[in-house]
């Protein structure tokens, strides 16, 4: 739901907001490729869930069987985030509006003080030294 609402107000800020747009060269296909990659890095993570056997359900991580470690997970422990960003960032040079990366920033700081706070007490809880090391491990985002 937050990306979506992210990526609307970005729609929004791009098209009533007159201020602070730019134009890049070749910047649909800048646009287009993050947009792309950034949903093959959610879905690199989305399958490595499946893979494991495990829900990536983020409104229930209790729910959680395995610790995933492999895959995407072993450069960041949310990769499906990570790709969300890089989608919202696609948005945003779709969009032209440097403004709309106020979206991406509240998006950014919304999921990582908030899901991914209560998805990391539940994996520590579950999971308990196991996911402490991992965590030290492997950064929250990038």
């Known amino acids: 739901m937050a990306l979506a609402i992210a990526a609307v107000a970005m729609w929004l800020i791009g098209r009533s907001v007159p201020f602070a747009h730019f134009s890049l060269p070749y910047q649909t296909t800048a646009a287009v490729a993050l947009i792309v990659l950034g949903i093959g890095v959610a879905a690199w ?3 490595s869930f499946a893979r494991a056997g495990t829900t990536p359900n983020p409104v229930h991580p209790g729910r959680a069987t395995r610790l995933v ?5 072993a450069f960041t422990r949310n990769p499906m ?3 969300d ?3 919202l960032l696609g948005v945003a040079v779709w969009s032209g509006s440097g403004l709309s990366l106020l979206a991406l920033a509240a998006f ?3 999921i990582d003080r908030s899901q991914i ?3 990391e007490k539940a994996l520590l809880g579950i999971f308990g030294d ?3 090391a991992y965590r030290k491990r492997v950064r929250r985002w990038l």
């Open 108 to 110: 950014i700081a919304f």
């Open 69 to 73: 470690t492999s895959g995407p997970y």
């Open 130 to 132: 196991e996911y402490a």
């Open 117 to 119: 706070a209560t998805e």
């Open 81 to 83: 985030y990570v790709g």
């Open 45 to 47: 993570g989305l399958r």
């Open 85 to 87: 960003a890089i989608a």
